[in-house]
């Protein structure tokens, strides 16, 4: 059974840090790349970072790059998305989410192309 699972989340004022986790399994971890996806009320699903170990590559949108930072452990199949300097309007359910195909910049951001999701983890960042 397919599986991803995110913690981590939690409150926080502006400024502060947060690290979020998205622990895979029932796959082949190393074949997939990961996304961090967010959703606030009322709004859109948006991508926030992906990284593909396999190709060496990451993205990040606009709004976090500078800011926040994401890594990858293969042997404990798990992805970070470490969050600094945060603000009011980072507060959002953030999501992970598997792609079993190679990332490009112009397509990662797209929620449809990602085959496998977790549950997601608030985050909310108070002014």
């Known amino acids: 059974e397919v599986q991803l699972v995110e913690s981590g989340g939690g409150l926080v004022q502006a400024g502060g840090s947060l690290r979020l986790s998205c622990a895979a399994s029932g796959f082949t971890f190393g074949d997939y790349a990961i996304g961090w996806f967010r959703q606030a009320p009322g709004k859109e699903r948006e991508g926030v970072s992906c990284i593909s170990s396999r190709h060496g590559r990451t993205y990040y949108a606009d709004s976090v790059k500078g800011r926040f930072t994401i890594s990858s452990d293969n042997a404990k199949n798990t992805v970070y998305l470490q969050m600094n300097s945060l603000k009011p309007e980072d507060t959002a359910v953030y999501f992970c989410?598997?792609?079993?195909?190679?990332?490009?910049?112009?397509?990662?951001?797209?929620?449809?192309?990602?085959?496998?999701w977790g549950q997601g983890t608030q985050v909310t960042v108070s002014s």
């Open positions: 989410a598997a792609l079993d195909i190679l990332p490009r910049s112009w397509s990662w951001s797209s929620p449809h192309l990602y085959d496998y």
